[in-house]
């Protein structure tokens, strides 16, 4: 299984199939009827739903997209659109005939909803072909997500007298100021469709191709904006640090993780946008530097108001390949006066597997002195019991989109409650995050995990905000 982010691909006319057209053609003509959902599918007698998989039916999804893209632009977040598409499944139609293939579609729908969640939108495009409709993720969430749908749709299921082994190629879109409905869907479908020429099983980013009257030159242009207000806000203080509890069944604070935000002149730029701009620069290290210094110093604070949680800070690959990424961070305990165990660094499971020699002198560096370092996201992508029992970490954090599937799904729940039970024999802390609902604190919580962390407790607030909610508290 393999990702890339390539903008180097043909517009659709180049590479799409005639029946890919097709598609988008009759999305095009769906989508030029602006009556209300409800109303249409009462008026008309047509079911919103496939009878199959449950899913929304595609001529029902320019209009659903459409109401995220005024939900997203309400709430300023993102919108990521995943099209999944089934390798070589003409050959199960073929050999086993339609029922049988309908009994897989099943299975693999059961499948697609335990990863991304009962609550988002989901579409069947075609008879193998499915749309996920991601809204609030980052780009690094959204990869996560697309690698546990393929690591669990390839898991064998009884078909006939042998043991199918399915898998699936996946392109992702992120949503652009210039998309539209179809756009939006129409570059998630070119990114699958090279991910097929690549051999399938694998997903594809398409978050830095040019969407269509959008061109290259001026993506660039965007970018170097980016670029300067990045400088802009190291240099006048457009930068702030927000911070999320992560909280005790007790409800006592276990830590609170520092998310970046980025504001200049007024105008407030996404993280989706100024961290890959960041890495791509080399900024994402002084970055990372200012927001060690700024953890640090509420650490402290936090110690002054006789608060002793920890506070987590995401670190990239990039800031941990720099020679001086130590120094800094004991620089920043000195400035601070916080102790190591103050701090925990929050890093994803590829880094730990990383061979690198510098970002293994780093991770050891780190743990020698006495910060913690958590996994975060675990449970997608490298996860493995192998490798757990390998790993200097001091903490688990369980992926929000294995966390979806509570409290409904039991087998979610047993595996849960088992890594959990595994992680503190290896003297880690666990934490679910992704927490939204009381249903699924309470299966969290009934696994054993010691905290948990989402909007049901808080949404990121600013440091003052955190204080004062946990005064209230």
């Known amino acids: 299984?393999?990702?890339?982010?390539?903008?180097?691909?043909?517009?659709?006319?180049?590479?799409?199939?005639?029946?890919?057209?097709?598609?988008?053609?009759?999305?095009?003509?769906?989508?030029?009827?602006?009556?209300?959902?409800?109303?249409?599918?009462?008026?008309?007698?047509?079911?919103?739903?496939?009878?199959?998989?449950?899913?929304?039916?595609?001529?029902?999804?320019?209009?659903?997209?459409?109401?995220?893209?005024?939900?997203?632009?309400?709430?300023?977040?993102?919108?990521?659109?995943?099209?999944?598409?089934?390798?070589?499944?003409?050959?199960?139609?073929?050999?086993?005939?339609?029922?049988?293939?309908?009994?897989?579609?099943?299975?693999?729908?059961?499948?697609?909803?335990?990863?991304?969640?009962?609550?988002?939108?989901?579409?069947?495009?075609?008879?193998?072909?499915?749309?996920?409709?991601?809204?609030?993720?980052?780009?690094?969430?959204?990869?996560?997500?697309?690698?546990?749908?393929?690591?669990?749709?390839?898991?064998?299921?009884?078909?006939?007298?042998?043991?199918?082994?399915?898998?699936?190629?996946?392109?992702?879109?992120?949503?652009?100021?210039?998309?539209?409905?179809?756009?939006?869907?129409?570059?998630?479908?070119?990114?699958?469709?090279?991910?097929?020429?690549?051999?399938?099983?694998?997903?594809?980013?398409?978050?830095?191709?040019?969407?269509?009257?959008?061109?290259?030159?001026?993506?660039?242009?965007?970018?170097?904006?980016?670029?300067?207000?990045?400088?802009?806000?190291?240099?006048?203080?457009?930068?702030?640090?927000?911070?999320?509890?992560?909280?005790?069944?007790?409800?006592?604070?276990?830590?609170?993780?520092?998310?970046?935000?980025?504001?200049?002149?007024?105008?407030?730029?996404?993280p989706l946008q100024f961290i890959p701009v960041a890495e791509k620069t080399g900024l994402i290290v002084r970055l990372g530097e200012w927001s060690l210094l700024q953890s640090t110093r509420c650490a402290a604070r936090l110690r002054r108001q006789g608060c002793r949680a920890k506070v987590a800070v995401n670190v990239s690959r990039v800031q941990l390949t720099s020679p001086s990424f130590l120094s800094v961070l004991h620089a920043a305990l000195i400035c601070a006066n916080v102790p190591p165990e103050g701090i925990e660094l929050e890093l994803t499971e590829s880094i730990f597997m990383d061979v690198s020699p510098i970002v293994q002198a780093n991770l050891r560096g780190a743990r020698a002195a006495g910060v913690g370092l958590a996994i975060d996201d675990f449970g997608t992508g490298y996860s493995s019991l192998s490798n757990l029992k390998d790993l200097p970490a001091t903490k688990l954090k369980f992926d929000r989109a294995f966390i979806n599937a509570l409290p409904d799904d039991r087998r979610a729940f047993t595996i849960l409650r088992a890594i959990t039970r595994l992680a503190g024999e290896l003297g880690m802390v666990v934490v679910a995050e992704g927490i939204e609902t009381p249903e699924q604190l309470a299966a969290a919580e009934a696994a054993g995990v010691d905290a948990t962390q989402g909007f049901l407790h808080a949404r990121p607030m600013s440091e003052e905000a955190l204080l004062e909610w946990m005064i209230s508290r």
């Open 1 to 270: 299984m393999h990702s890339q982010a390539d903008g180097a691909i043909a517009v659709a006319g180049d590479r799409c199939l005639p029946e890919r057209r097709e598609i988008i053609k009759r999305l095009a003509t769906t989508h030029t009827r602006i009556r209300p959902l409800a109303v249409d599918l009462c008026g008309s007698g047509i079911s919103e739903r496939d009878p199959t998989t449950g899913f929304f039916v595609r001529s029902v999804g320019p209009r659903l997209i459409t109401r995220l893209f005024a939900e997203a632009d309400r709430t300023r977040d993102t919108l990521f659109a995943l099209w999944l598409d089934l390798d070589r499944f003409r050959q199960v139609n073929d050999s086993f005939g339609y029922a049988e293939a309908d009994a897989v579609i099943v299975r693999i729908a059961e499948r697609i909803r335990s990863v991304v969640g009962a609550r988002r939108t989901l579409l069947r495009m075609g008879s193998d072909e499915f749309v996920a409709l991601l809204p609030a993720l980052d780009v690094q969430s959204a990869e996560r997500i697309a690698g546990q749908l393929l690591v669990i749709i390839d898991q064998p299921m009884p078909l006939g007298s042998i043991l199918f082994r399915p898998s699936v190629s996946i392109g992702i879109a992120s949503r652009h100021a210039a998309d539209n409905p179809l756009s939006l869907l129409e570059r998630a479908d070119r990114a699958m469709m090279e991910a097929k020429r690549q051999g399938g099983n694998r997903f594809i980013m398409k978050a830095a191709e040019p969407p269509r009257g959008v061109s290259g030159a001026q993506l660039a242009r965007e970018e170097l904006e980016v670029e300067s207000i990045l400088h802009a806000a190291l240099e006048n203080g457009g930068l702030e640090l927000h911070y999320q509890p992560i909280v005790r069944p007790n409800g006592s604070l276990e830590a609170v993780e520092a998310l970046m935000r980025c504001s200049v002149g007024g105008r407030q730029v996404s």
